[in-house]
C-alpha cells in the first residue's frame, strides 16, 4: 500500500524525476570537487605531516644571489633576493635550512645552489626586497620560534624545516569528507527514489537523459 502510494505521488507530482536529476548533480559535483582537492590540498597536505613538529633556533643567513622570478605570465621582469637561512633543531640538536613553507621548499630545495628560504615574486623587485629583509629581521628577533623538521632527510646535508605549514589537519579532515558525504547522500537517495519509482517515472514523455 505504501509502495503504491509513493509510486503514485512521483508520477503524478513529477517529485521522482527532480529527485534523480538532483542526486545524479549532487554525485557528480561530490566527485568533481574531490578530484580538484586531492591535489589541491590532500595530496600537498600528507607531504606536509611528514614534518614533525619542534623548535627552532635562528642562526644565521647568507646571501646567495639576486634570481629572476620565473613567470610567463607576466609582462614584467621582477627579481628576488636568494637567502639560505641556517637554524639549530632543539629536539634533534642538529642545523636545518629553514624554508617559509612547503611551497618554497618543494620549489628550492632540490635546487643544488639557490636553496632559498623565501622567495617572493611581487611585479616590482622592491617589494620583493622589502618582503625578504622583513621576513629575515622577524626572525632575528624572535630567535627561537616553532618549526617543524623532516626526520628522514638525506644524509650529509642539512635537515628541511618548515616554518610554516599551509594545510591543516581539520581542512584536510573537511576536504576528504564533505565531497564523500556528498556522493553518499546522493547515491542513497537515488537508489531509495528508484525502489520507490523505478524506471516508469520517465515513460509517460519519453524523456532521455543526455
Known sequence: ????????????????????????????????????????????????????????????????????????????????????????????????????????????????????GTAPCLSQAAENVAMTTRFIRTLRKSRSFPCHYQPASKPGGPTPVLLHRIFSRRQATHCIIWPAVAVAAGLALLVSTYYCAGCTVWTQDKTVIA
Open 1 to 116: 500500500m505504501a509502495l503504491k502510494r509513493c509510486d503514485r505521488l512521483c508520477n503524478v507530482h513529477g517529485l521522482a524525476k527532480l529527485i534523480f536529476l538532483a542526486c545524479i548533480t549532487l554525485i557528480t559535483c561530490g566527485v568533481i570537487v574531490g578530484t580538484i582537492l586531492v591535489p589541491l590540498i590532500i595530496l600537498p597536505y600528507s607531504r606536509e605531516s611528514r614534518f614533525a613538529d619542534a623548535n627552532c633556533t635562528y642562526l644565521t643567513e647568507h646571501l646567495i644571489a639576486k634570481l629572476p622570478c620565473e613567470s610567463k605570465c607576466s609582462k614584467d621582469k621582477s627579481s628576488f633576493p636568494c637567502y639560505s637561512i641556517r637554524v639549530s633543531i632543539s629536539q634533534t640538536n642538529q642545523t636545518g635550512m629553514l624554508y617559509e613553507n612547503f611551497i618554497t621548499f618543494s620549489e628550492r630545495h632540490d635546487e643544488p645552489i639557490n636553496q632559498c
